[in-house]
């Protein structure tokens, strides 16, 4: 008796063996159709043409040394990395970032920047050099200034070596002058950190064996996850922001985070920083940018209008389990505060003059564990903890300038 | 005897109406037939979600004027928003026109409008 209930077992096990996408959710042709256009991943990446050194293996180097560099602030105490650490998912760990002091906002995650159309949290730069220059000025954060940057590259032969390599002349013989060298560390800066990408995530491999017909493999993905990427994509209707491959449609959203930053002072977000932008000499409409314009479509159309205040950028969710904690101002701790945001919102918070996008979407405490444990497979193997890019090797001055 | 001239007469009046065919065919073209104007338009397909496109088409008015400054816009009426861009509408010539920076931002129903001549002809535009 008791071998025959073995062998039954056994044969159950065998009946059951080749259905192992037994673990894969029934999703629908439409569901389906949704998931596969979240990848693939990773996407071609194409130079940017705003910037004559985007890809360029000199400039890249020499963004590199600057990222680190606390010099390139007066005061020797702020780098681009004491806010975008790479052992922090490039964030910092704080609700608002800290400079010379503290900011309103958020520090953003750095990964996969050159596919974006906006920068910062109310798209206040329309190129990554344009973001990199901002904060350099800004004196709640480097205090810096065109001719406190010329003068660094003044006083460090292996910097100034390095400019010269990339840019093809040294920064005091710069046409431009201290500008000039100002926009160029900006645009070396940028190419450094468009080498800052994700990698493939658990979520990849699913959606890629759901594209290739492999259920077998499909099926290895968790069904907490699946079942949290079912809500994702339908009634949760966070897809409709969180979208394509960088699961962010590159846009603006009011998602009812308060935008009061002190009493009596808020944060417009989108609508404030797209006038900042237009004002800004360094925009892609500006003489700095080296496509005379091509790639400002964006910039170019973008309209204001009243519905942009208290918008802010829809962040992309890769590696958002790593960037803690959450929204544009950081007041959201955690993932599961996130997902807890959206099931209780309030929605007399959010205005609409029509069905409003956001409801709240009243989540059964099975259904917020599934989301998060979605989100979660959106981390890459390397996961918060970045490698720091090793330092290049000291600037060999080209055989011109030893003559 | 009265009426078949009556008919005929009118036939004569509106024979311009039916010499309205805007100068854009072949696959993919969508037509909008309004009082006073005929649009006929394509976009890519699919239309791609949250990048800018470009949007061909070519309109012309029963009346036989001129097509002059046309213009383009999408909305969402379900939830009551247009696009973060203003599109810009570049003449071809000949009554064919070219629009660009629309991106939809969206996946759903947006309402594709043309202005031409005064007159707003309206499509359903659908981003998955």
Request: with cysteine.
């Amino acid at each position: 008796m008791h071998r025959l209930h073995h062998a039954l077992l056994l044969v159950a096990l065998l009946v059951a063996a080749p259905c192992a996408d037994a673990a894969l959710l029934d999703f629908s042709a439409q569901e389906r159709q949704q998931i596969v256009s979240l990848g693939p991943w990773p996407p071609r990446i194409a130079p940017d043409p705003s910037n004559r050194v985007s890809g360029d293996a000199e400039a890249i180097a020499l963004g590199a040394r600057l990222f680190f560099d606390a010099r390139l602030s007066p005061s020797n105490r702020i780098a681009c990395v004491t806010c975008h650490q790479p052992d922090r998912g490039w964030t910092d760990g704080l609700p608002r970032a800290r400079g010379m002091e503290e900011l309103e906002r958020n520090t953003p995650s750095l990964a996969n920047l050159r596919q974006r159309r906006w920068f910062g949290w109310g798209g206040g730069a329309d190129s990554l050099w344009m973001a990199s220059l901002r904060p350099l000025l800004d004196p709640r954060e480097f205090a810096s200034s065109a001719a406190a940057v010329a003068a660094l590259y003044a006083r460090d032969a292996d910097l100034a070596c390095r400019y010269r390599r990339a840019f093809g002349r040294a920064p005091a013989e710069e046409r431009g002058g201290e500008e000039s060298v100002l926009v160029n560390t900006a645009k070396a800066l940028a190419a450094f950190q468009e080498t800052l990408t994700s990698g493939r995530t658990p979520f990849d491999e699913f959606r890629d064996a759901l594209a290739s017909g492999e259920p077998a493999a499909a099926a290895r993905y968790p069904l907490a996850a699946q079942r949290g990427l079912r809500l994702f994509i339908g009634r949760g209707n966070c897809v409709a922001c969180h979208n394509g491959p960088l699961f962010s449609n590159g846009e603006f959203g009011d998602v009812g985070v308060p935008y009061f930053v002190a009493p009596g002072r808020v944060d417009s977000g989108r609508h404030d920083d797209l006038q900042r932008l237009r004002a800004s000499p360094y925009n892609l409409l500006g003489r700095h940018g080296d496509d005379g314009g091509a790639s400002a479509t964006a910039t170019r159309h973008a309209v204001l209008e009243p519905r942009h205040w208290g918008e802010f950028r829809v962040p992309s969710l890769r590696n958002v389990a790593t960037t803690a904690p959450y929204m544009h101002n950081g007041s959201v701790p955690t993932l599961r505060d996130v997902v807890l945001h959206y099931s209780t919102l309030d929605e007399s918070r959010i205005h609409s003059s029509a069905q409003p996008l956001l409801v709240a979407l009243r989540l059964a405490p099975e259904e917020v564990d599934e989301l998060v444990a979605f989100l979660e497979t959106l981390t890459d193997a390397a996961g918060a903890d970045r490698p720091r890019p090793p330092m290049p090797a000291p600037c060999d001055p080209p055989a011109a300038q030893l003559k | 005897m009265k009426t078949a001239a009556a008919v005929l007469a009118a036939a004569l009046l509106t024979a311009p109406a039916t010499a309205c065919e805007p100068p854009l065919a072949g696959p993919g073209v969508q037509r909008i037939d309004g009082s006073g104007h005929v649009v006929a338009w394509r976009a890519p397909q699919p239309v791609p979600l949250a990048q800018f496109f470009t949007l061909e088409f070519a309109a012309c008015a029963r009346s036989g004027d001129r097509i002059e400054a046309p213009r383009v816009e999408a909305t969402m009426p379900q939830h009551g928003h247009g696009m973060n861009y203003r599109p810009t509408v570049e003449s071809l010539g000949g009554g064919r026109f070219r629009a660009g920076g629309l991106l939809l931002h969206m996946p759903g129903r947006w309402q594709l409008s043309f202005t031409v001549g005064g007159e707003t002809l309206r499509a359903v535009l659908t981003v998955d």
